[in-house]
């Protein structure tokens, strides 16, 4: 019986990361399956004036649809959203995107707590949080939301990033369910739907 | 989030506000007034949703605060200098044959974007015979817009934008700088006119060749957007001028089929 919910319940990737983290999002891109049944959404630190060419990069390295996520949008699997710069991205219940601009949380606009904190809200058991390198404290909060929503909380390993502040932060300061080095992170999502 | 206020709490709190003081917060979206209003629960320290209730259901200074901290007031000059250069070079032309130009700032927070109007249409010789409109809900933000003051440290930003929106002129000049804040000058604010007024609940209050209302949309439900779109579709003249946020767009919405896109910037022409 349980399973069977389990095998119901909506699922979705989110995965943040900041500095040093887009070439393990490009790693991690070149190895999903292309039928991949589930929403991925990715928060990544980034300036301002970059925004155009970082969906075509991700989307130069898979087969999936990458695009861009839009205020509204109802959030659909087999697609591979970005947040889009200088705005929050944050997951309605009723699985659509919102956009906010208000302050930079964490120095970071977009900021992964955001996105994490409210698609936990959404997604509750079915959601899978990874936060990857970076320098800045931003998605520790998000992952315990994760955590405390009943979702799957994992982070790089930060002897593999070039960054490793970001991921360190978030095992130091609370439970992490899995902690895995670059190769193991398609998989686990590839797992997953 | 520790999400001390939940969503069956926001919903109490949501119809106090409407019954008791008539602002109608129930089809913003949800995750992001969670946010907000959690986050004002926090800032201010209450020890229980029953005091923050309360509070904001019997004290009317404390609803300001309310009002103006789960609204998003986050804004700058010359904010996407690119959208200003389309406005510079594309839309002033035309608004240059009218006798008389009306422009409606619709949520137009603490000012920002009514200063760089106002600047645009100095530098095109416009400004005498412009009439521009500033409304928020917030009658807080509008006080402080009226004044023309910023902040010192913003300038530098600012300067960055217009140069980046086409600015030819030197931006210190727009302004007096006292201390940390710099004032602007007072014949850019003399064309202006301020007044609260909710998009949610109020109606159309007169007619505009270019209507500005940028990021506050995102900050709404559908419906709700739909609804401001009906209104400022008949607060536009014909082949008037509606200007959103970069990520805002008229595209889904009921009256798309009666407006053009502007080049690439989001600003659409009421053709019909």
Sequence with gaps: MEKDILKDMEKMVVIGGSAGSLKVILHILSKLKTWLEIPVVI?????????????????????MKVK???????????????????????????????LDDSEKINYSRPSIDVTFQTAADAYGAGLTGLLLSGANADGVEGLKEIKACKGTVAVQDPE???VPYMPQQAIDRM??????????MAPLINGLG | MDST?????????????????GYDFTDYAKASLKRRINRLYTL??????AEFRYRVRTDSAYLQRFIEQITVNVTEMFRDPGFYKALREQIVPVLATYPFIRIWHAGCSTGEEIFSMA????????????????????????????TGIFPLTHMKQYSENYIGSGGKEDFSKYYTANYNMVKFNEDLSKRMVFSTHNLVSESSFNQFQLIMCRNVLIYFERDLQSRVFALFDESLEKL?????????????????????????????????
């Design chain 2, 119 to 146: 600047i645009l249409l100095k530098e095109a010789n416009l400004l005498h015979k412009s009439l521009l409109y500033a409304t928020d809900i917030n009658p807080q933000v509008l006080q402080k817009a009226a």
């Design chain 2, 44 to 49: 201010d320290r209450f020890p229980s949703f």
């Design chain 2, 5 to 21: 206020v939940g969503e069956d709490e926001i919903k109490l709190l949501l119809t106090d506000l409407l019954e008791i003081y």
């Design chain 1, 68 to 98: 861009e996520a839009e205020d509204k949008e109802p959030i659909k699997t087999g697609i591979i959203y970005l947040a889009p710069a200088d705005y929050h991205l944050l997951v309605e219940k009723d699985h659509t995107f919102s």
């Design chain 2, 240 to 272: 008037g001028f509606l200007a959103l946020g970069s990520k805002e767009t008229l595209k889904l919405s009921d009256i798309a089929s009666r407006y053009k896109q502007e080049g690439k910037e989001k600003i659409w022409r009421k053709i019909s």
């Design chain 1, 160 to 162: 593999t990033a070039q």
């Design chain 1, 43 to 63: 928060v990544l630190h980034r300036k301002n004036d970059f925004q155009s060419n970082l969906a075509e990069l991700l989307a130069s390295k898979t087969g």
């Design chain 1, 175 to 184: 439970q992490v369910d899995q902690i895995l080095k670059i190769e193991q």
